[in-house]
């Protein structure tokens, strides 16, 4: 019989939010994470700007964590709206700093000045028309991981639409508009900050795993399978190529445990044209290690196949044959060698008188 610890004893695969190491330095607890494999790579090429889903249970529950927006220029503007009045005060406070991506390019370039301000803060936003140019100018010190990726907003002013459809702006009116004009309002963007607070980011890349956290180890499990439910959904129907075709497993998991597998699928395959025929399968197996066949046509037009002869290696004159290749292309580089100086031209030589009175021909 096998003997079975009590309740009190069990050893669990994620650290306890009572831990004190779990928890330390971290408003939230142990991150759960979704992972889903594909068929196929979900995407053709890496995607920068990452895609967000809204969760019912948001991750960044913490009001103490600080944020920093990063907008695109002039970031006065930006400032300005978020002190205003109708910005809202308790979302405000949080906003530690605001930055235009000129000061990123100018001021925090350096590994050092990356590293300080990403230790700074809990929470970076980025304006959605600048997100695609910070993973070369934040570098690996912000993608190394995926925890403090900047998480785009879209902060700019909403176009202006007749009858559902966007109204093209001159290019001399839109020069001649004030910055002010270009960002939305202050309720706007403090609606679009607090929307992407509540979601989760799925960023995507040519691979066959693609991994969106969905939670914290000290939630109830209720919460965790309602994230979930919501975030497969939305991988798969907009995502993955064929839908649940196209997947081929479901994991969760956390930082440093073994995979839970939640949903594996029975075929291996997404369509009958990615499999090789049995007849197939066994044609490439017999002709592995042969020669090509050539086609030859004979005097009654038809065409017959006909076997390449390939001469067999007489090993004992092999060790002759390297020698006089060898000897061949000694005697070719020598000849080479001679062409070239006989080609100089003579206007390009010169004497010049030694010491004794000699005269040496110089190149």
Not at 53 to 81: E, F, G, M
Not at 338 to 345: L, T
Request: charged share 30%.
């Amino acid at each position: 019989m096998k003997a079975t610890l009590p309740q009190s004893e069990k050893q669990s695969l994620i650290p306890s939010p009572n831990d004190d190491e779990s928890m330390e330095n971290s408003p939230e607890s142990t991150p759960i994470w979704l992972s889903l494999t594909t068929k196929t790579h979900i995407v053709p090429k890496t995607r920068l700007k990452p895609s967000k889903i809204t969760l019912p249970y948001p991750l960044h529950t913490s009001s103490t964590s600080n944020i920093c927006l990063i907008v695109a220029d002039p970031q006065r503007t930006y400032k300005d709206l978020i002190a205003s009045p109708s910005f809202p005060a308790s979302l405000s406070s949080r906003i530690s700093k605001v930055v235009g991506i000129a000061k990123i390019k100018s001021k925090w370039t350096q590994y050092e000045a990356q590293r300080k301000l990403f230790s700074e803060h809990d929470i970076f936003l980025a304006d959605d028309r600048i997100i695609t140019l910070l993973p070369k100018l934040l570098g690996k010190t912000f993608y190394k991981t995926t925890s403090k990726r900047p998480i785009p907003i879209s902060i700019a002013a909403s176009p202006q639409r007749v009858d559902g459809k966007k109204i093209k702006t001159a290019k001399s009116t839109s020069a001649s508009t004030s910055p002010a004009d270009k960002a939305a309002t202050a309720p706007q963007i403090a609606a679009q900050i607090e929307k992407a607070l509540a979601g989760t980011l799925v960023n995507l890349s040519p691979s066959t795993q693609t991994s969106v956290k969905v939670g914290y180890s000290h939630w109830a499990a209720e919460k965790l399978v309602e994230n979930i439910e919501v975030v497969t959904r939305e991988v798969v129907e907009k995502f993955v190529v064929k839908g649940w075709r196209g997947v081929r497993a479901i994991h969760v998991k956390g930082p440093e445990t073994a995979a839970l597998p939640i949903w594996l699928a029975d075929e291996l395959w997404v369509g009958e044209e990615d499999v090789l025929a049995e007849e197939a399968v066994g044609l490439v197996k017999a002709n592995e290690g042969r020669k090509r066949k050539s086609v030859v046509e004979s005097e009654e037009g038809e065409k017959t196949k006909k076997t390449k002869v390939v001469k067999e290696s007489n090993d004992d004159k092999l060790d002759q044959e390297i020698a006089a290749r060898k000897q061949l292309l000694k005697k070719q580089k020598e000849q080479a060698a001679k062409d070239a100086v006989d080609e100089v031209p003579k206007g390009m030589t010169k004497t010049k008188t030694g010491k004794k009175g000699k005269k040496a021909v110089v190149a």
